[in-house]
């Protein structure tokens, strides 16, 4: 797993947003968007900020189409909007899961964060 600071200087260089990880069964990670992803494009729009791509994702109501960085190479993936599922207390028990990860990667993987 690449260390946190390195994707950060990685996202930069390609002038993308680094994707610290997804929710469990969300629809991100449904789609496979995960950990060290770089998104360089969101529904055709280049996203060189994390405000880029908020603007770029309202420009739908059915998903978004993500353009990503992965192992050097680009790939395009479509996450569907759904909504949550579950109750409010099990995604609030999610998130705070999701909240415990080290800084910088341990021997075992770290618990995704929310994208």
Not at 5 to 34: D, F, H, K, M, N
Not at 55 to 78: K, N, S, W, Y
Request: with cysteine; net charge positive.
């Amino acid at each position: 797993m690449i260390p946190r600071e390195q994707l950060r200087q990685i996202a930069a260089i390609v002038r993308g947003v680094a994707v610290w990880g997804c929710l469990p069964r969300s629809s991100s990670a449904r789609a496979g968007v995960r950990y060290g992803d770089i998104v360089l494009g969101v529904n055709g729009m280049r996203t060189e900020t994390i405000h880029d791509y908020l603007r770029a994702r309202a420009l739908r109501t059915d998903g978004v189409e993500l353009r990503l960085l992965r192992g050097g190479a680009e790939l395009t993936l479509f996450v569907e909007f759904c909504p949550p599922s579950g109750a409010p207390e099990e995604l609030a028990a999610q998130l705070a899961e999701a909240r415990l990860i080290p800084a910088e990667p341990t021997s075992s993987p770290p618990k995704s964060i929310p994208s």
